[in-house]
T-cell receptor
Framework: EAQVTQNPRYLITVTGKKLTVTCSQN?????MSWYRQDPGLGLRQIYY???????DKGDVPEGYKVSRKEKRNFPLILESPSPNQTSLYFC????????????FGPGTRLTVT | AQSVAQPEDQVNVAEGNPLTVKCTYS??????LFWYVQYPNRGLQFLLK??????LVKGSYGFEAEFNKSQTSFHLKKPSALVSDSALYFC????????????FGAGTTVTVRA
């Protein structure tokens, strides 16, 4: 089944404790992206990747890191999480950046206390 | 700069009645417009898109949307709503003249009562 998977689905952590949210797609997509969803703000792009070893900042990159060492994986790293990073996070992929349809993962709900 | 506005936080309709979810946009170039739906505890799912051509586009689950260039709108419609249509709906616009940037609206929660 073609899909985007994320882990973990739920995470509660404390301020300053490094964490990684994994994202993997099995559709051989070149383009991958991370979004955060906050009430009243819709989805805002954090980082995106055009292909392996090619990443770039989205609208709200502060406090986040990403890497793209393999085509299928695009982990999101929070080196020192803060409470304002409490949010619902989505990974998405598409065949290439210009492709019309993005495929979204199920989401990761992160709480930073 | 591009932006998407969904003026209604919530839309409530009775099952069997028409459903409309409003969206207006602002882009510098030609708009590429999308609707996504999010069911509880799920990721976003693609519903439909407007790229070019007929202003009325049809998508999944009986939804359609009408592109109106003069009003810069792309409203989502369904002639007869179902309880199972209750979800969070997002409008999005891609501006191909602005580095293919994709921007989402804030979302509209649709509740269809039986």
């Amino acid at each position: 089944e073609a899909q985007v998977t994320q882990n973990p689905r739920y995470l509660i952590t404390v301020t300053g404790k490094k964490l990684t949210v994994t994202c993997s797609q099995n559709m051989n997509h070149e383009y991958m992206s991370w979004y955060r969803q906050d009430p009243g703000l819709g989805l805002r792009q954090i980082y995106y990747s055009m292909n392996v070893e090619a990443t770039d900042k989205g609208d709200v990159p502060e406090g986040y890191k990403v890497s793209r060492k393999e085509k299928r994986n695009f982990p999101l790293i929070l080196e020192s999480p803060s409470p304002n990073q409490t949010s619902l996070y989505f990974c998405a992929s598409s065949l290439y950046r210009e492709a019309y349809e993005q495929y979204f993962g199920p989401g990761t709900r992160l709480t930073v206390t | 700069a591009q932006s998407v506005a969904q003026p209604e936080d919530q839309v409530n309709v009775a099952e069997g009645n028409p459903l409309t979810v409003k969206c207006t946009y602002s882009v510098s170039g030609n708009p590429y417009l999308f609707w996504y739906v999010q069911y509880p505890n799920r990721g976003l799912q693609f519903l439909l898109k407007y790229i070019t051509g007929d202003n009325l586009v049809k998508g999944s689950y009986g939804f359609e949307a009408e592109f109106n260039k003069s009003q810069t709108s792309f409203h989502l419609k369904k002639p007869s709503a179902l309880v199972s249509d209750s979800a969070l709906y997002f409008c999005a616009v891609r501006d191909f003249s602005n580095d293919y940037k994709l921007s989402f609206g804030a979302g509209t929660t649709v509740t269809v009562r039986a």
